[in-house]
């Protein structure tokens, strides 16, 4: 059975830095695209970052670039989400997915939720002012 256990969320002030980590059992996805996404309150899921099997390509929502940085160790079987300079519309619920496809053929491929195949049950992220 394939589990994605995402961890680091919390609690932090405005300019903070959080790292997020998921960890995934049950099959590697060394090959495979990675990715973030996240869903405030009463807002729908939206992308935040992804990257592709070959690690080639790492892309992000424009509200991101800059301050968040997506990285993955194979040998944990594991993908990173690095917060920095975090701000109050950050606030969410950040979930970890992982795709059966190594990459897609354009950047829109990486941002639509029906392209992963598995989801974390999700960590809550809440900045303040």
């Known amino acids: 059975q394939v589990q994605l256990v995402e961890s680091g969320g919390g609690l932090a002030q405005a ?3 959080l790292r997020l980590a998921c960890a995934a ?3 590697t996805f060394s090959d495979k695209t990675m990715g973030w ?23 992000y929502t424009d509200s991101v670039k800059g301050r968040f940085s997506i990285s993955r160790d194979n ?14 519309e950050d606030t969410a619920v ?16 990486y941002q639509q939720t029906q ?3 598995y989801w974390g049950q999700g960590t809550q992220v809440t900045v303040s002012s």
């Open 75 to 88: 040998a944990k079987n594991t993908v990173y989400l690095q917060m920095n300079d975090l701000k109050p």
């Open 94 to 109: 950040y979930y970890c997915t992982a795709s059966s496809a190594a990459d897609y053929l354009d950047a829109a491929g």
């Open 15 to 17: 300019g903070d830095s």
């Open 115 to 117: 392209n992963y195949n």
């Open 37 to 59: 996404f996240r869903q405030a309150p009463g807002k729908e899921r939206e992308f935040v970052a992804a990257m592709s099997g070959n690690r080639f390509i790492r892309l």
């Open 25 to 27: 059992s049950g099959r």
